[in-house]
């Protein structure tokens, strides 16, 4: 009776997820329009990051751009590289989800998810899943076709099916990483009205620290051992460095760890945080 | 036994003083003076299943935050109150299930999508039954008559079909329970009296209970039987909406139809003349005098008719609001 009660439970909730997706889905593909556009238009920094790449590596080599390298990168590992993180944040970049959530609590819109039996953050981590669907269905195309023209970048082919698992993995583990982690800087929102200038530092410190701009292994110590503790390395550099296989064996599982680690931290922390302004706003506001 | 319970329910805010100018500004930045806000203060109020209460008030009386208090957004500092059991700020998801509220401004509705995606999904989070889903919104798309608006963008809705569309929503899980926050603001006189009637029918034919906050008289005239008063955080009045007459005003206005040939002239020592358009004449009159001037006037003028009247709701209640306030800034 209890077990049944409990599977019901399970079943429902479930079935309400997928509704949220299916919801969320539909009002993304109300503006097919400019959503292409947008997930389009998202292609064209490859073209400036080539040629910046080959600028810089014609400098060391004028003869022979191709045969530099820094750090161990060749011009060609430097473009692979560059195309994997394209897709590690093509999972863990969250736009809109921090001062969607902030504005949510700023115009009272938040008393909906107080009032209905529903919660909060399940409720956007849901809708974010249709959000992502949806992109990946309009995205798929230009980024096979763009792998597919830049294949020979690729010099040492696909990775082994263990590597390919864990990449795999590195990126649904980046979604979770990268939706708790701006989840959190959102509801700072219930103690600070506005919270843009929050999520400008924090994207400065992203664009730099996680590994979007160069592979974090081109940094000076002590910074390279530093960003290796940082949960930022993971949205970028991480998926595309298990790729290329830099890092493998015994490294790859530890780091494995310690991302599902900071996924479950910035979950509880999501939680406490929500908890925490619920009840200063309940106290406070309304 | 009570279906809301509510028992010296207190709600203080403090909110942040900030003086005029820059260099105030400035001092904001460094050191803040808070004030503290009683917006509820001690209400206690006993509401029976299948009652329609309006809560009435000048803005900033506190309608709101009891609403929102018993809709558990928000925690009172003091006080007790518990809806159909449940005490609300512990926010049960069982109690959420059971009651609805509906804000004016405030829609719960997706904007981009048409409302049967929104609906679909509240059968899913509430766990409605498919059938008594179906039925329940076959009914109240007939009533609101929107049937045909279910497949519109939200967006492209008027005001007054949005509100109608919320109020489906609102009411697709047949709540025991309807907090209505200003449900007709902003709405022209037609879409006004559409959702007034609709209230009316729904309220009648399933007994919910429902507390209603507004500021049109004519949405309380027409649906609720019992009428609370809020000003300054304080209950002031609790009864019929006719005992308010009874109790706050002091007068009543006589309508006179003169004769032909007949002049106005000597009817002000009486009273107050409210209006003159011969041959009809208003005085209004204090309350005890009414008698007294009634026959005066019969005996020294021609009169065609002549009709008593208590003055209208809303002169009523405006004049109650200015005496409340007045009262309470001379004792502060």
Wanted: glycine share 6%.
């Amino acid at each position: 009776m209890q077990g049944s009660r409990e599977q019901n439970r399970w079943l429902h909730a479930w079935a309400t997820r997928w509704m949220i997706v299916k919801t969320a889905l539909a009002e993304k593909l109300a503006y097919r329009g400019d959503f292409a556009l947008g997930t389009l238009m998202r292609f064209l920094p490859i073209i400036t990051q080539i040629f910046l790449w080959w600028a810089v590596f014609e400098s060391l080599s004028p003869q022979d751009p191709t045969s530099g390298r820094i750090s161990g990168y060749s011009f060609h590992d430097m473009v692979a590289y560059y195309l994997l993180t394209m897709v590690g944040r093509a999972f863990s970049s969250m736009p809109g989800l921090s001062s969607s959530i902030a504005k949510t609590i700023r115009d009272g819109e938040i008393k909906r998810y107080l009032v209905q039996p529903i919660d909060l953050l399940s409720f956007l981590f849901w809708s974010r899943v249709a959000h992502k669907l949806a992109y990946y269905a309009v995205a798929l195309g230009p980024f096979v076709l763009v792998f597919f023209l830049c294949r020979g970048y690729f010099t040492s082919g696909w990775p082994d099916l263990l590597t390919l698992g864990c990449f795999i993995a590195s990126l649904i583990l980046s979604f979770s990483l990268g939706f708790y982690l701006e989840a959190c800087l959102g509801l700072v929102g219930f103690w600070m009205l506005e919270v843009s200038s929050l999520l400008f530092v924090y994207m400065l410190f992203q664009f730099f620290l996680s590994g979007h701009m160069f592979p974090l292994d081109l940094l000076p110590a002590p910074f390279d051992t530093i960003v290796n503790y940082l949960p930022i390395k993971y949205l970028a550099y991480f998926p595309a460095a298990v790729f290329l296989g830099k890092i493998q064996g015994a490294a790859l599982a530890i780091d494995m760890a310690m991302l599902v680690m900071w996924v479950v931290f910035f979950y509880l922390m999501s939680r406490w945080i929500f908890a925490r302004g619920l009840v200063r706003y309940s106290g406070f506001g309304g | 036994m009570s279906i809301i319970q509510i028992d010296q329910l207190t709600k203080s805010y403090r909110v942040y003083q900030k003086k005029e100018g820059l260099a105030e500004s400035v001092r904001g930045l460094f050191r803040r003076e808070y004030k503290t806000v009683e917006a509820v203060r001690g209400i206690s109020l006993r509401v029976e299943p299948g009652e329609f209460v309006a809560f009435l008030g000048p803005n900033g009386a506190g309608k709101t935050t009891t609403l929102k208090l018993l809709s558990g957004v928000i925690y009172p500092s003091s006080g007790s109150a518990s809806v159909m059991g449940f005490v609300p700020w512990k926010r049960d998801m069982e109690y959420r299930r059971r009651f609805a509220l509906v804000m004016g401004q405030k829609n719960q509705l997706w904007w981009d999508l048409p409302a049967q995606e929104s609906f679909r999904l509240h059968q899913q989070i509430y766990a409605i039954d498919r059938n008594d889903f179906d039925a329940n919104l076959s009914e109240l798309t007939s009533l609101l008559d929107v049937q045909k608006l279910l497949g519109r963008p939200v967006r492209e809705l008027s005001l007054g079909e949005r509100m109608k569309m919320e109020l489906i929503a609102a009411l697709l899980h047949s709540p025991d329970v309807l907090f209505l926050d200003e449900p007709t603001i902003g709405l022209d006189v037609i879409a006004q009296r559409n959702i007034q009637q609709f209230l009316k029918h729904y309220q009648e034919e399933r007994k919910i209970t429902i507390l209603l906050t507004s500021h049109y008289m004519k949405d309380v005239s027409a649906l609720c039987q019992r009428v609370v008063v809020i000003a300054q955080g304080v209950l002031q009045y609790d009864g019929s909406l006719s005992g308010i007459i009874d109790s706050f005003s002091g007068s009543k206005v006589i309508q006179l139809q003169l004769g032909l040939q007949q002049s106005s002239l000597g009817l002000e020592r009486f009273g107050e003349i409210l209006k003159t358009d011969l041959p009809r004449v208003s005085i209004r009159v204090p309350r005890q005098n009414v008698s007294r001037v009634l026959a005066e006037i019969l005996n020294n003028y021609t009169v065609d008719d002549v009709a008593v009247e208590d003055p209208p709701l809303e002169e009523v209640i405006a004049s109650l609001f200015h005496s409340i306030s007045e009262s309470t800034s001379q004792a502060s």
